[in-house]
């Protein structure tokens, strides 16, 4: 019979494909525990980072934190949000753990995790900026680098974007997998 499947052809391509996908699905659910907890603690991490250096007497001091500049403040609330997205949408993960071939929740996954991927790296990469200004300053406009007198403030805003990044690159890889998945529907 010209264009028809031989004996037990038909049989090994259904059965490779879900179990694929549930291994994806498991692997999607891991990845998005540790982009959450990543989020959560540069969040935290950013959010209580203060620092206060005495100047001259008692009475007058310097201080440094975080919500002086509006940078960092959107790069709390932009942690928490997607955190706060990354837990909600476990329960979605773990829907497509018990339904393997289930195709639209995985597509609204990947929609909303392109998004989530644009809103952390807009806030990851606004507050790498002043970061970078915080170490290494910029004397054609006058700024001076304040990680000399404000190195435990630097340090701590250095370590929460780290966190932030390991969620960027968890994203990337959380969208390629869906993506890998859908195809295999």
Request: with cysteine; charged share 10%; glycine share 6%.
């Amino acid at each position: 019979m010209k264009g028809g499947l031989e004996g037990g052809e038909a049989s090994k391509v259904p059965l490779a494909a879900p179990a694929v996908n549930r291994g994806i699905s498991i692997l999607d659910f891991i990845f998005r525990v540790v982009a959450a907890l990543a989020t959560l603690g540069s969040a935290i991490a950013m959010g209580t980072t203060s620092e206060t250096l005495p100047f001259f007497t008692q009475f007058m001091r310097f201080r440094a934190q975080y919500d002086d500049l509006p940078t960092f403040t959107f790069f709390v609330v932009a942690n928490s949000i997607v955190a706060g997205y990354l837990v909600l949408s476990l329960a979605l993960s773990v829907f497509n753990i018990i339904r393997s071939a289930a195709k639209g929740t995985r597509i609204f996954l990947v929609i909303l995790d392109a998004v989530a991927l644009a809103f952390l790296t807009a806030a990851a990469s606004a507050a790498a900026a002043i970061v970078y200004l915080a170490h290494k300053g910029n004397t054609s406009a006058n700024w001076f680098a304040i990680c000399q007198q404000f190195d435990s403030f630097c340090e701590r805003t250095s370590g929460s974007l780290i966190g932030s990044f390991v969620a960027v690159v968890l994203f990337i890889l959380l969208i390629l997998m869906s993506s890998m998945a859908i195809s295999r529907c």
